[in-house]
Nanobody, 122 residues
Framework: VQLQAFGGGLVQAGGSLRLSCAAS????????MAWFRQAPGKEREFVAF????????YYADSVKGRFTITVDNAKNTVYLQMISLKPEDTAVYYC????????????????WGQGTLVTVSS
């Protein structure tokens, strides 16, 4: 599966953005789909993932209640709706797909999008 992430940009603190991850080649319903992020000088960290078979969603504590991951099977696209953004949310956001593994860790993901930059100004 090929993934392309887009939708990042510059937003003020308290604002909102929606990231999109368009998939091609295979249906996203075949995978666990996730978003990770990487801030300058930091390691890539888990943000959210969704298990299609159970429709269960999991979030990092730092984004719980502010971010929502959704999947549109008809469009083969995964979204990350972000509200109440904070300067510490500034990072490059990556979408990823996994067939198996421990889904909180980037090593479990076989496929990655190219990343989209989110900058939150204070």
């Amino acid at each position: 599966v090929q993934l392309q992430a887009f939708g990042g940009g510059l937003v003020q603190a308290g604002g909102s953005l929606r990231l999109s991850c368009a998939a091609s080649g295979r249906a996203v319903s075949n995978y666990v789909m996730a978003w990770f992020r990487q801030a300058p000088g930091k390691e890539r960290e888990f943000v959210a993932f969704v298990i299609r078979s159970s429709s269960n969603e999991y979030y990092a504590d730092s984004v719980k209640g502010r971010f929502t991951i959704t999947v549109d099977n008809a469009k083969n696209t995964v979204y990350l709706q972000m509200i109440s953004l904070k300067p510490e949310d500034t990072a490059v956001y990556y979408c990823a797909a996994s067939s198996s593994g421990t889904y909180y860790y980037p090593q479990s993901y076989n496929y990655w999008g190219q990343g989209t930059l989110v900058t939150v100004s204070s």
